[in-house]
């Protein structure tokens, strides 16, 4: 629900400090009777507390880095207090929503957020030197013998979930990625699924 901002701003108000916030900060935070939206920042003072863990909340701004093909990628972050852990998180945004390429980083409640955010840095940079596909008059490709990416999914037109994927930075459809497979007929193949702060 949006609250004392314009619909389709891409801000809300946040209801704890009450300051604009982007739509892609907020949490709904609370209970299944009771909850409320708020910003990141509220959220993890409320659970700081919650857990009497010394932490303070770190806003990173965003960052532009390049990949393989010098296509510009700009990343914003999101840091979240989970109890005892932390969770740092890099993402693109398309249309006020995270899309593309996303990166998660994982340290103890107390960690040094710029020792995490360097790690998490040096990931991304891993992954933007390296391509999975190809393109050949207009049609994408497997480059080489795998592919690393992350599980999506989206809705078809009658209105049910079915899986996608984002690979390199790209949004590739179920039907898409199986027309890559076909081309590798009667090969072996391992799937292996990773948890989103494991290194692929």
Known sequence: MKTALEEGTGMTLCEGCQKPTPDHDLVHYGSADSFRTLCLRCVNQDMAERCDVDFEHVQFEPITMTDHAEAVHEFHFSTRLLGDICSLEAFELRGGSRSGYQFQA?????????????????????????????????????????????????????????????VDGRDISWEEFGRMLSTFEGWQFKLQILDPSDAA
């Open 106 to 166: 994982i340290g103890d409640a107390e960690a040094d957020l710029w020792e995490l955010m360097a790690k998490l840095i040096e990931r991304i940079r891993r992954a933007l030197s390296v391509s999975y596909l190809c393109e050949d008059r207009g049609e994408l490709y497997i480059a080489g013998q795998s592919v690393s990416g992350r599980i999506s999914c989206e809705m078809d037109g009658d209105g049910f979930f079915s899986p996608a994927l984002i």
